[in-house]
Nanobody, 128 residues
Framework: QVQLVESRGGLVQPGGSLKLSCAQSGRTFSHYALGWFRRTPGKEREFVASIASGSGNTYYADSVKGRFTISRDNAKSMLYLQMNSLQPEDTAVYYC?????????????????????WGQGTQVTVSS
């Protein structure tokens, strides 16, 4: 069993930055592909970014490309999401997730197997 725990989110002004982290326990961290998703009220969960296990290849939603950076530290079993130039539309509950295969979404669809394990979510609010 894999457990994922996100760091506390917070309130950020538009244009500001915030770094989320996610700690994994239970299984060998380096074996898992990892990702970040977000959900706003009334909307479906949205892919944000993901990172593969071996290659470390990264994937981003078009809406965050160039502003967000996903990274992982296998030695510490930690996943990160650096969020810059935050905008009110980035306000959401953010979730980290893990799975054995990479998963990502583009404007043409989603690829790979959905992640198996999810954190509890953390609120990020972008507002002045």
């Amino acid at each position: 069993q894999v457990q994922l725990v996100e760091s506390r989110g917070g309130l950020v002004q538009p244009g500001g930055s915030l770094k989320l982290s996610c700690a994994q326990s239970g299984r060998t961290f380096s074996h898992y592909a990892l990702g970040w998703f977000r959900r706003t009220p009334g909307k479906e969960r949205e892919f944000v970014a993901s990172i593969a296990s071996g290659s470390g290849n990264t994937y981003y939603a078009d809406s965050v490309k160039g502003r967000f950076t996903i990274s992982r530290d296998n030695a510490k079993s930690m996943l990160y999401l650096q969020m810059n130039s935050l905008q009110p539309e980035d306000t959401a509950v953010y979730y980290c997730a893990a799975g054995m295969d990479p998963y990502y979404c583009t404007s043409n669809g989603c690829y790979g197997a959905p992640f198996d394990y999810w954190g509890q979510g953390t609120q990020v609010t972008v507002s002045s």
